[in-house]
Structure formats: structure tokens, C-alpha cells
């Protein structure tokens, strides 16, 4: 591969990568602070995906734009799911309960999906769908692009509220150490609510990021999960900063696989990454995580 | 009589500091080891230690001779080490005759010796009648003695306490004592953490000090007592509190 | 005798009689639903085989279908390529599934369960994608097909009766397997390393160990029945093989009937599949859907599946006061 055809993919993939960490951040912040692995974190991508295509298709509404109502649906729908079903189960005796529900709500919501839209593959096209941009002799695709630049966005936004408000420093208080945080009158049960709506909210939002430049199919959920647990296991478990670097690396990695002619096998090379560091650093590659 | 327990320049680090610090004993076979200190001078760093939920930094232990550092938890209780815990931990869900079963599979392998054997030695400490209620519904008394049956379920040769007194009223803890004195006298070396000095005092042959994780002072009872160094560290360490 | 151990294993040796029996004779009453009696006993035995490690070992596995995949593509590969007939091709799938968990368990059991959770859907996926790319050896989305095997000690394995009495036995070796750890020292192990893991390794319990041994069972059993699946579909490909909804059909029917049990999983199956036969048209597509409610509702209200609400009911019963208190 020549050096611009090398730099060609690494771009790409750091553009995907973006994307691949906003999913990371909202998987990982919901185990930071509630411990619990959301197993249907991708579900609530692929209803974002579906909510913007139904938006577009209908009102003609840009991909875009459409964040403006999917982000504040993904809040309730996330705070929904969290104070319905998550919160009843949250000191049960059996540990798995968790697991076992969020596998429950993610067949749900991905087989409604089927169910309303049917399980052929869909799209948009709008009018820059298929445009590039040249930077150096490198070609871009804008709405990889512009999703990667809202990603920027999104995430500097959230880590200002962490670091910044107070509602940031109740929610790390509460990642460190439930018991603590409440003996100095955070409201943990408030926390544990935003934080599973928040990081529901942004996969969604990943979701419709990832419109113009997907197919969208009921059970694409099932993929981002899947990548989502293996860039916050990249990341390590937890960690914000983990999860945009482990993203990031996931992206140029499969795009480098791609690129080298193993299409097949793109998506089994993040995987076996993943049992790797599993294996050799299961506490990630960048951050600091309890196993 | 032997060593059951020799502890040699043991340390274990954490980030920075030094929990345990160059701590050396010997714990005689059929003794009682008394371990003192004041709160954070490394007493549970040791125990965990000794019994294998940690792994040392620097130092060796053995064990009646022979050589186990660094040796899990079940490794060393198949070598005749056993452990209370300090916030008393039986399974909930299971009775208070399973507790002790699981013990006693370590040396009875079939189901209805196990079972046998457990229901021994809750005899032995008065816990038969209740043997088939969930260990969860058991007063607080009542778990202590369960966390010492389970201890005792797989048949040790030294048994390592942890505060097992504490919260006890006079008339339970009087009990204790003579539980543990009968203990000693079944042959098994005792190595206990204890806060109230009546026990230390009545149950100790010596006496072992830590401060900041090191040895200040080790002897009897009385003799460690009257140790104005030992006098010092509890003093100096409320005037930090 | 002993009270707690050996009363309720004699009690559940009977029941397994019956339930053997029970099933024996369905092909002679219901001799024209072979196929559903057939998934039936079959997915009895690989739900009793995952409860293994889910329930008793505490494990998780959102990819089961990983074993029954590498069953269903060894068994048929070693008989197409190898010409080795199905009578060994099993037992050597078996120890290929066995590999499999040692490995797998290895590495993922010194870490929290829900690593081990999300690693059982990548170890699923990426034996589906190498199936799926793996055109020489494996055929690739063509899929295999498993044709004209030799019969087996005289039976034709093609028979649907024989297939089923396969089954049958599979199921047998699932249900005493997992009695004998239910009444067992490693039944009690396992049940201390879910209490409380720290705790019971000062009682000499060494759970990795028990863990990977449970891991080990559950892998055999699943792989057989992974061989049989291949055996009775005659021809698969990866997305079949390799099924996710196979993988979730599992879990529910553990859950459902209860985890940790003997019979759980089996009463799971037959309610599950059993459901399915009688309410065919209102499943259809919406099997999954359906799925995922049942999970959310049990989970939240019958965490201990129907097993666990059965025995909270007889417990109730005045003359239930002696039974043993554990769940």
C-alpha cells in the first residue's frame, strides 16, 4: 500500500473511530457509575437510526437536525428503561439480573424495530451522501466527516460536564463510591437515572450520525454492541478518555483490515482484539479499570 | 513443640505505602498469638497476608516448616490454615449446616460424612438447633459462632481470628473465650486480632505489636502491656484521630 | 442418613427416571410430531447442559451457540473430509468443544462475570465469521451438508426415531450430570463460589478450577448436542449454526424454569418450545419479541425462574416445614 493510500485508511478509519468512541463513551459511563454491562446499548442505536430515517423520510428532516428531538427522546426513553425495569433489580441477590434484563430490553427493542419496519435494509440519500473532501491528497467522505466533528463536539461537551458542573462531580462521586456519595447528599438514584439516560441518548445519537453513511436493518443493534463492548474493554472499563482512544483505535484497525483485503473478516478482527486484551490486559490498554 | 507459623522481613506495599514493614514473628504450635496495634497498623494486611489473599512484596512465611508464601487461600487451607473474617461473611442463602458442609468437604469428600462432621461441630459450639435455618436470619452472636464453625469445619491446624468479639455483650464474649481456650487445648495454634484487652490479657501467651505496619514489640501480655513504646502508639494515635 | 444431601438427590434420581420414561414413550403416542419431539429433548439437554455453567457455575454464556456450532461443522467435517464416521466424529467434537472451554475459560474467568458475557457473544461471532469466510474448509454461507453416513451400530441414523433416542440419551447424561453435581461436594462449591467467592476460598475451594470443570461439562454436552443438530438438519450453514436466537432460547429456558436446578431447564424447554407449537401462528416473527418480554418479566418478578415460585409456594404449605431451606 502506498503511504497515501496508507494515510487514505488511516483517516477513514479515525473518522469511524470517532463514531465507534461516542458509542464507547455512553456503554462505558454507564458501567462506571452503575456497574452494570447494558447489553442492549446498541439497540438504542439502531431506534436513533430508525427514528431519523422515519423523520427524514416523512419531513424531510436532515440527519442532522433530526438530533435536535432524538437526543431529548433518547433521555426519556434511557430514563424510562432505567427507573422501570433497572432500578426494581438493582440490589437483587442474583448478580446477573442486570445482564439478563438489558438482554431482555435489547430483544425488545430490536425486535420491535422488526416488527414496525421490516427486516430489508434501508437508506437515505440526501444531498451529501456520497461527497468528498480533499485534504492533502487524502479523500474524505463528508458525513463521516461532520459526524466526526458532532462526535468532537458531543464529547467535549460531556467531558466539560463532568469535570465542571456539579452534577459532573455528583456523578464521579458516585462512579468512585456509592455509599460515600450519598453520605455527602448526592442523590444517587437521581445519577444512576441521567447517567443510563445520557448514555442511552448518545448511542442514539451515534445512531443518526451514522444514517447518511449506513444501511440501517433491524438487527444492526447487535453490531454496535458488540463494538461498543470491545472499545470500552480497549479503553478499559469505565474510563471516558479510554473509550476515545479505544474508538479511535478500533476504527483505524478495521479499516486497516479492510484496506488489506480481509473484508470478510473486518469485524473478527476487532473482536479477537478484544479476547486478546482480555487476556493480556483485561484492565484495558489506556485507562485504569476495576476487574 | 514446633513453629507453626514463622513470618521472615514480611512487606507488602501499596502504591507508596507501606501497609506491612519488615514484620518478623514465630507463632509457637498450640499457642496463642495475640496481634495488636492501632487501627490501620497493618493487623488485617498481615492476616491477609498470612492466609493468602495477598501476595507479600518482600518477606517469606511458613508454615509448620515449610515453605508457602505466596500460596492461595485454598492451597494453604488444604495445608491446615483457616481464617475468621472480620465483617463475619457466611453464604446467606444457604442454611447454617451448609455453611459449615462446605468447610467440611475439604477433608470429608462425600456428602453424608460432610454433613456429619458439620453438624459436629456445630454441636461443639452450640449451634445445632439451628442448623437448618438460613444462615441470614442468625443474630449477630449467632454469626460470629458460624464464622468460627466454618473456620473449624476444615479441621485446622492454625486458625487465624479476626476481632471475633467485637459487639458481643460481657456474657457472649465470655463464651468466646472459653470456645477459643478449648480450641488451643484440640491442639490447634491460634493467632488472634483483638482489640479489648481483657481478651488479649486472658487468652494470649505472647503478644505481638504492629504500628504502621512494623513489629514495635512482641511479648507476653502483661510484658507488651506495660511497653511505654506500645503505650505511645494507642495514645499518639488518638491524638491524630 | 444424611438430611439435606442425600433425601432431595434420591428424590430427583426418581424424577429423572420418570422424565426418561416420560419421554421414551412419546414417539409410540405422538409418533407424527417426531421433529418437535426431537427439538424438544434436544434443546432440554443443551438447556441443562448451559444451566452447568450459568446456573451452578455462575457464568453467563450469551453464546452458547458457539459449542453447538463447532459440534454440528466438526462432526460433519471430520466424516466429509476425513471420512471418520459419526460414532467417533462425536466424541472427537466433543474434545474439541472441551479445548475450546479450557482455553476460553482460562482466560476469562479470574475476570467479573459480565466480561465473561460479553466475551461468549464475541467467541460466538467470530466462529460464525470464520465459518462464514472460511470457503475452503469450511464451505462457507453454502454451508455443509452431512450425507450418506454409514448407520451406527446397525441403526440408520437418518431414522427420526433414532435421531430422537439420541437425543434421548443426551438428554439423560445432561440431567444426571447435573444431578450429581447438585448432590455433590462440587454442588456446594459451586453454590459458595456464587454466595460469596472470597469467603470460600478460606474453606479450601479453588474456583477457577470449579468453574472450568463446570465450563468443561457444559461444553461436552453442548457440543454432542451440537453433532446431533447437524446430524438431524442434515445440512446448515454459519447463520444457522451459529445462531443467536439458539443462544437466547437457551438462556430463557434455564431462567424461566430455573436456574441452578436439576429440572429447570427442562420444564423451561417444554414450556418454551411446547408454547411455541401450540401458539404457532402468534409467534411466527415474533418469537424474539416475545422472548424478550418473558426475560424482562421474569427477571423482574420470578428471578428463580417457575421452579424457584413453585418451591416459595409449596413452602408456604404447613407439611412443607421440613424441607431443606436452601433455594
Not at chain 3, 177 to 198: H, K, N
Not at chain 3, 205 to 223: G, I, Q, R, W, Y
Amino acid at each position: 500500500m502506498s503511504f497515501v493510500g496508507l494515510a487514505q485508511t488511516v483517516a477513514s478509519g479515525v473518522l469511524t473511530g470517532g463514531v465507534y468512541a461516542m458509542v464507547g463513551i455512553g456503554l462505558t459511563v454507564v458501567f462506571g457509575v452503575m456497574r452494570i454491562v447494558n447489553f442492549a446499548h446498541g439497540e438504542f442505536l439502531a431506534v436513533g437510526m430508525y427514528l431519523a430515517f422515519v423523520l427524514f423520510r416523512s419531513l424531510g428532516l436532515d440527519p442532522y437536525l433530526s438530533l435536535l428531538p432524538v437526543l431529548p427522546a433518547g433521555l426519556l426513553l434511557g430514563a424510562a428503561v432505567e427507573r422501570i425495569l433497572l432500578a426494581p433489580i438493582k440490589d437483587s441477590a442474583e448478580q446477573h439480573a442486570p445482564i439478563l434484563m438489558t438482554v431482555g430490553v435489547g430483544l425488545i427493542l430490536s425486535n420491535t424495530l422488526l416488527l414496525v419496519f421490516g427486516a430489508h435494509p434501508e437508506t437515505i440519500y440526501t444531498s451529501y451522501s456520497t461527497r468528498t473532501v480533499h485534504l492533502f491528497s487524502i479523500t474524505l467522505s463528508v458525513p463521516l466527516l461532520v459526524s466526526f466533528a458532532l462526535t468532537a463536539l458531543g464529547v467535549g461537551l460531556l467531558y466539560l460536564v463532568l469535570t465542571r458542573t456539579d452534577f459532573g462531580r455528583a456523578v464521579r462521586a458516585t462512579a468512585q463510591n456509592r455509599d460515600a456519595a450519598e453520605l455527602q447528599g448526592v442523590d444517587t438514584r437521581f445519577v444512576r437515572t441521567a447517567v443510563f439516560a445520557i448514555g442511552s441518548s448518545l448511542s442514539m445519537a451515534a445512531g443518526v450520525l451514522l444514517l447518511p453513511a449506513l444501511y440501517v436493518f433491524p438487527t444492526i443493534g447487535g453490531i454496535f454492541t458488540l463494538k461498543a463492548f470491545v472499545v470500552t474493554v480497549l479503553g478499559g472499563m469505565g474510563s471516558v478518555m479510554g473509550a476515545i482512544w479505544g474508538g479511535l483505535l478500533l476504527g483505524v484497525v478495521e479499516s486497516l483490515a479492510a484496506g488489506l483485503g480481509a473484508t470478510g473478516y473486518r469485524d473478527a478482527f476487532g473482536l479477537i482484539a478484544f479476547l486478546i486484551v482480555l487476556l493480556v490486559r483485561p484492565q484495558g490498554l489506556f485507562g485504569t479499570s476495576r476487574v | 513443640m514446633g513453629i507453626a507459623l514463622a513470618v521472615r522481613s514480611l512487606s507488602k506495599d501499596f502504591g507508596g505505602v507501606h501497609a506491612v514493614d519488615g514484620v518478623d514473628f514465630d507463632a509457637e504450635e498450640g499457642s496463642v498469638l495475640g496481634l495488636i496495634g492501632p487501627n490501620g497498623a497493618g493487623k488485617t494486611t498481615l492476616f491477609n497476608l498470612v492466609s493468602g489473599y495477598l501476595s507479600p512484596t518482600r518477606g517469606r512465611i511458613a508454615l509448620f516448616g515449610k515453605e508457602v508464601t505466596g500460596l492461595r487461600p485454598f492451597a494453604l487451607a488444604r495445608l491446615g490454615v483457616s481464617r475468621t473474617f472480620q465483617v463475619v461473611r457466611p453464604f446467606p442463602r444457604l442454611s447454617v449446616l451448609e455453611n459449615v458442609m462446605v468447610g467440611a468437604f475439604l477433608h470429608h469428600k462425600a456428602a453424608a460424612e460432610a454433613e456429619r462432621h458439620a453438624l459436629a461441630v456445630l454441636t461443639r459450639l452450640g449451634l445445632a438447633r439451628q442448623a437448618d435455618m438460613p444462615a441470614s436470619a442468625l443474630t449477630l452472636a449467632a454469626r460470629k459462632k458460624l464464622e468460627i464453625a466454618k473456620a473449624l469445619a476444615v479441621q485446622p491446624r492454625l486458625l487465624l481470628l479476626d476481632e471475633v468479639v467485637a459487639g458481643l455483650n460481657p456474657s457472649e464474649m465470655t463464651a468466646t473465650i472459653e470456645l477459643i481456650r478449648g480450641i488451643r487445648q484440640s491442639g490447634v495454634t491460634i493467632v488472634i486480632v483483638e482489640h479489648i484487652l481483657k481478651v488479649i490479657l486472658g487468652l494470649c501467651d505472647r503478644v505481638v505489636v504492629l504500628d504502621h505496619g512494623r513489629k514495635i514489640a512482641e511479648g507476653t501480655a502483661p510484658e507488651v502491656a506495660a511497653n511505654p513504646e506500645v503505650i505511645s502508639a494507642y495514645l499518639g494515635s488518638d491524638d491524630d484521630a | 442418613m444424611s438430611r439435606v444431601a442425600t433425601r432431595e438427590g434420591r428424590r430427583a434420581l426418581a424424577g429423572i427416571a420418570l422424565v426418561l420414561a416420560a419421554f421414551a414413550a412419546f414417539p409410540w403416542v405422538f409418533g407424527g410430531k417426531l421433529n418437535f419431539g426431537f427439538s424438544l429433548v434436544l434443546f432440554a439437554a443443551l438447556a441443562t447442559s448451559w444451566d452447568l455453567l450459568g446456573g451452578w457455575a455462575g457464568q453467563l454464556s450469551l453464546g452458547h451457540t458457539a459449542f453447538v456450532g463447532m459440534g454440528a461443522y466438526v462432526s460433519t467435517l471430520l466424516w466429509t473430509r476425513a471420512g471418520i464416521p459419526f460414532g467417533v466424529g462425536l466424541p472427537l467434537a466433543m474434545l474439541s468443544g472441551v479445548a475450546l472451554a479450557l482455553v476460553w475459560g482460562a482466560i476469562t474467568f479470574r475476570l467479573r462475570g459480565a466480561y465473561f458475557s460479553l466475551s461468549s457473544i464475541a467467541v460466538a461471532e467470530v466462529l460464525r465469521i470464520l465459518a462464514n469466510n472460511w470457503v475452503s474448509v469450511t464451505g462457507g454461507p453454502e454451508g455443509l451438508s452431512l450425507n450418506d453416513l454409514p448407520p451406527l451400530f446397525g441403526f440408520d441414523l437418518y431414522d427420526r426415531r433414532v435421531e430422537y433416542y439420541l437425543a434421548l440419551l443426551l438428554l439423560a447424561a445432561a440431567l444426571l450430570t447435573s444431578w450429581r453435581v447438585s448432590s455433590s461436594r462440587a454442588g456446594f462449591y459451586l453454590e459458595a463460589i456464587r454466595e460469596d467467592q472470597d469467603s470460600s476460598m478460606a474453606m479450601g475451594v479453588n474456583p477457577l478450577k470449579m468453574k472450568l470443570a463446570a465450563f468443561c461439562l457444559s461444553a461436552a454436552l453442548s457440543t454432542a448436542g451440537g453433532c446431533l443438530y447437524g446430524l438431524f438438519l442434515a445440512y446448515f450453514e454459519p447463520q444457522g449454526a451459529f445462531s443467536l436466537d439458539l443462544s437466547v432460547q437457551l438462556v430463557l429456558m434455564a431462567i424461566v424454569g430455573g436456574m441452578g436446578t436439576v429440572f429447570g431447564p427442562t420444564l423451561g424447554a417444554l414450556v418454551l418450545l411446547g408454547s411455541q407449537e401450540a401458539f404457532r401462528s402468534t409467534f411466527q416473527q415474533r418469537s424474539l419479541f416475545i422472548y424478550g418480554i418473558v426475560i424482562v418479566i421474569i427477571v423482574r418478578y420470578a428471578p428463580d425462574g417457575l421452579l424457584g415460585r413453585l418451591r416459595l409456594l409449596l413452602r408456604r404449605a404447613p407439611w412443607a416445614s421440613r424441607l431443606p431451606s436452601a433455594p
